[in-house]
């Protein structure tokens, strides 16, 4: 017989900390296996109060709208508080975009006791917006998760044994956007220029830049480590390509070979590596090495230093 333990997710993804962005992720794919148009909005200071939401934020029009707030202990005064202003700050958004909120959906993996239970129907009375306010709270959740058309959630997230769902990769709409960059300079200048390529290393480094901005919003201690960890892993794997590499490099100081195999050991030691708490993707250790390229640290010719110079200067 299956079991929902939501404070299984704290083993899964490393510590209660992580565990609030393992719920999140849970929440999204719930809505998502009811509405198939569900999407998310990736977690940033001024997220509109918003984990989920089913419509079009950047028009006028209805949109349902769905908070995880992860409470796995009950909702004492500062989680109301949380509640109430992720609430509020769905409102503002709604008023300041053009869109209507039709619904908002507050969704925790705890049952609410009588104190509790009483001071949420009291806050949704006072409520005059017009919105309809609805509460997941564990049991809801529970009967959620064991539906037959989330049986793959339930085994993503809360099987024994099973790792956590990688994080989710977001797609960079303008691929224009980082062609002034370093990183794309490098590229250019080692001949690997397959357009194929570029866009890829635009993705990778994109998705890189949201969870370091993530991490730096969150203060997430074990995050930041993890972040830390990965970078100091790539440029070691760079700089032993590096070495070997530009012992024998082609008279014009390209390198594009070493590219190839630089990816390839990063695909090979992010296999092997034990997942952290950021669940990350092979894209965002991918990114993580452009961001080194970025930053002067790395390149793919022997004079990457000198292309750095002279992009600064």
Request: proline share 4%.
């Amino acid at each position: 017989m299956r079991t929902v333990q939501f404070k299984r997710l704290e083993i899964v993804a490393g510590g209660p900390e992580a565990a609030r962005s393992l719920f999140e992720d849970l929440i999204v794919d719930l809505v998502g296996a009811q509405h198939p148009g569900a999407h998310s909005i990736r977690a940033n200071p001024g997220d509109w109060g918003i984990d989920a939401v089913v419509g079009r934020l950047e028009t006028a029009g209805a949109v349902h709208v769905w908070q995880a707030k992860y409470f796995p202990d009950g909702i004492g005064e500062g989680q109301k508080a949380q509640i109430r202003n992720a609430y509020q700050q769905a409102l503002k958004a709604a008023g300041d975009h053009g869109h209507e909120l039709e619904s908002w959906t507050l969704c925790v993996p705890c049952l609410l006791d009588g104190p509790e239970m009483s001071w949420w129907n009291q806050w949704k009375g006072r409520q005059r917006d017009g919105v309809d306010i609805d509460l997941w709270a564990e049991n809801h959740l529970r009967a959620k998760v064991l539906a037959p058309e989330a049986a793959w959630i339930y085994d993503a997230y809360l099987t024994e044994g099973t790792p956590p769902p990688s994080r989710r990769l977001e797609d960079l709409k303008d691929l224009n956007e980082y062609e002034g960059t370093l990183f794309i300079r490098q590229l250019h200048h080692a001949g690997l220029t397959a357009r194929v390529v570029l866009d890829d290393a635009k993705r990778a480094y994109f998705n890189a830049e949201l969870v370091a901005a993530d991490m730096d919003n969150r203060e997430f201690g074990p995050g930041q480590h993890e972040l830390q960890l990965v970078r100091n892993e790539n440029r070691a794997i760079w700089a032993s390509e590096f070495a070997g590499a530009s012992s024998n490099a082609p008279e014009d100081g390209r390198l594009a070979e070493m590219y190839g195999a630089v990816t390839k050991e990063l695909r090979k030691h992010h296999t092997q590596a034990p997942a952290g708490p950021l669940r990350l993707h092979f894209v965002h250790r991918n990114g993580i090495m452009h961001q080194l390229v970025d930053e002067g640290d790395a390149g793919w010719t022997v004079d990457y230093e000198e292309v750095a110079r002279e992009h600064i200067s």
